[in-house]
């Protein structure tokens, strides 16, 4: 099974500001990489695909980057809608597995 | 619009069974693979088991295999999870997901599952 580590678990950062949440998968999933939003008592929603695919209707201040085992989501400028716990799962390999997801918190 | 709504989850005795349901309307059910995912309280995902679309295939998490069941059925648009043999590790929220190439590109709302005696 391959192992996803989300790092860090929880992240502190400002309204306006930059984050970015890294991802490593224990072995090469290639671009086969996807990033999930959960706002805390909702069902999660797809931002992005194919390791940097943004999902439809998603805006463009998610971006993603990565292939092998290091991948990268960044949100450019943080609105207090993104305010929510992130995942990325793998899908080059059954079963296809999830990060542990990194928080994002208001400063 | 398209639409997951899950039913049938509860409070269930260990060793028992339970079998969630997933309706769905808005889109071709029979064109996609389906799966079902959960979240146990406080935790992250877990992908429990995905179907083929047209049911001939499916695949389940080492955690569940042998006691967890997938099925579907086209004409009713809708996917089912019969679950066997409930453990309390079991306790968690199901989703239901639509399945775009191998990603999930829409989930239910979910239904909680809780495993107590």
Redesign the interface.
């Known amino acids: 099974?391959i192992l996803m580590t989300q790092s860090p678990a929880t992240l502190s950062v400002s309204p306006g500001e930059r984050a970015t949440l890294s991802c490593r998968a224990s072995q090469s999933v290639s671009s086969?990489l996807?990033w999930?939003q959960q706002i805390p008592g909702?069902?999660?929603?797809?931002l992005i695909?194919?390791a940097s695919t943004r999902?439809s209707g998603i805006p463009a201040r998610f971006s993603a980057s990565g292939s092998g085992t290091e991948f990268t989501l960044t949100i450019s400028s943080l609105q207090s809608e993104d305010f929510a716990s992130y995942?990325c799962?793998q899908?080059n390999k059954?079963?296809?597995?999830?990060?542990?997801?990194t928080k994002l918190d208001t400063k | 619009q398209d639409r997951l709504v899950e039913s049938g989850g509860g409070l269930v005795k260990p060793g028992g069974s339970l079998k969630l349901s997933c309706a769905t309307s808005g889109f071709t059910f029979s064109d996609y693979y389906m799966s079902w995912i959960r979240q146990a309280p406080g935790k992250?995902?877990?992908?429990v088991s995905h179907i083929t679309s047209d049911g001939s295939m499916a695949?389940y998490?080492?955690s569940v295999k042998g006691r967890i069941t997938i099925s579907r059925d086209n004409a009713k648009k809708s996917l089912y999870l019969q679950m066997n043999s409930l453990r309390v590790d079991d306790t968690a929220v199901y989703?239901c997901a639509r399945v775009?190439?191998?990603?999930?590109?829409?989930?239910?709302?979910?239904t909680l599952v809780t495993v107590s005696s």
């Open positions: 099974e086969n996807a999930y909702q069902a999660p929603r797809l695909y194919g999902a995942y799962q899908y059954w079963p296809y597995t999830f990060g542990q997801g | 992250g995902l877990e992908w695949f998490a080492d989703y775009h190439g191998q990603w999930l590109g829409f989930w239910g709302q979910g």
